[in-house]
C-alpha cells in the first residue's frame, strides 16, 4: 500500500500547486494535483504532471561532467567531485588573482531552486570572494520594483477571487500557457456573465478564446496604460473618493496622461482609437474587472513605467474596493516579508544599489 505525502511544486509559478505523492519502498511511484487544494483543484500543468519522469529519467545528470572537447561538440567525461570542486576553484582563484574579483559574475535564477539554494549560500560566498553583485532577477525585477512604488507590495488578486470578476484583462498574459489554474476561474467568471479581454502582440491562445483581442505593439503598453487614464479621467469616470482617501500623485499622473489622447495612442499602440476608448470606458464602468498582467510588459524600454501605469488602474477607479477587482502581477511576497533577505548581506546598504534605485 502506498504512503501518500503532501509536497507543493517547486518551479516558480503563480500557481503554486498543492501535490500528493505516492511513495513504494522509497520511490515516488505517482504524482498529481491535490483535489483538496483550491487553485490546484486535482490537476497539474504539462510542465510537472510528468516531473517524475524527469526525476527518474537514465539521462539525469547526477555527477560532474568535464568537457573534454570543443564547445558544442557534446563530448564529456565524468569526474569526482573532489576534481569539480578543486578544477572550478582554480579558475576562480585565477580569474580574481588576474583581473580581480569582481571579473567574476554570479548568475542564477530561480525556477527550481527554492529559498536556500535561491537565495541563501552562494551569496555568502559569491560576496566574500568579492565578485560583481548582479541583481538576480534581471528578468522580473522592474515590474516587482513598479508594483512595490505604486502599490506597495507585489501581492495582487488572489486567483480564487478571479471568480467573482465581470471584466478580466488578460494583459500580456498568456494564461493557458503560463499559469493555468486560473483558468477554471475565468470560466466561473464567464458561465456567469463576465467578458474576458485580452492584449498582447500575439494571437495567443488566450486571445483566440477571448471576448475582445486588443493587438498592441510590443512595449507600447505604458501608452496604452496612459491613454486609459485620458479617457477615463477625462470622461469623469474616475473614483474620486477612493482617489481621495487612498491614492497620492492623481494629479500629476492626469497632467501626464492628458498628453496620450486616442489618436496619438493609436499611432503608438496600433489599437485603433476608437477600440482605445471603448476599452477605457468598459474596464472603468464594469464592476468588478480585474486586471491579470504578466512579466511580458516589463520585459522591455520602459517596461518598469508600463507595469507601474497599468498598476494605477484599479486605483483610479476604486476597483481594489471589489472582491474580482483590483490586479494581479504576482502571487508571492517578498522573501524578506517572511524574514529572509532576497538580497546579499550588505547588499540594500550598497552605494551602487543606492544609486540604482535613484
Ligand atoms: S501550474 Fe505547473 S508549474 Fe505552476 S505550480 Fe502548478 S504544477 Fe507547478
Redesign the pocket.
Known sequence: MSDVRHSV?A?D?????S?LLNIDDGKASRLR?DPNHPV?RGF??G??ARYLDREYSPDRLLYPQKRTGAKSAGSFTRISWDEALDTIAERLTAVAGEHGPEAVLPYSYAGTMGMLNGNGMDRRFFHRLGASRLDRTICSAAGMEAMTRTLGTRYGTEPEQFRHSKLIIAWGANILGT???LWPFILEARRNGAKLYTIDPVRTRVAKLADKHFPIYPGSDLALALGLIHVITSENLQDTDYIERYTNGFDELKQLAAKYPPERVEALTGIGRADVVDLARKYATTRPAVIRLNYGIQRSERGGNAARAVATLPAITGSWREIGGGLQLSTSLPSNSIGLDWKCPNFKNDRRWDEKRG
Request: hydrophobic fraction near 30%; charged fraction near 10%.
Open positions: 511544486c518551479l509559478c503563480p500557481d503554486c500547486c501535490l494535483g490546484t497539474l500543468c510542465k510537472v499559469n493555468v489554474h
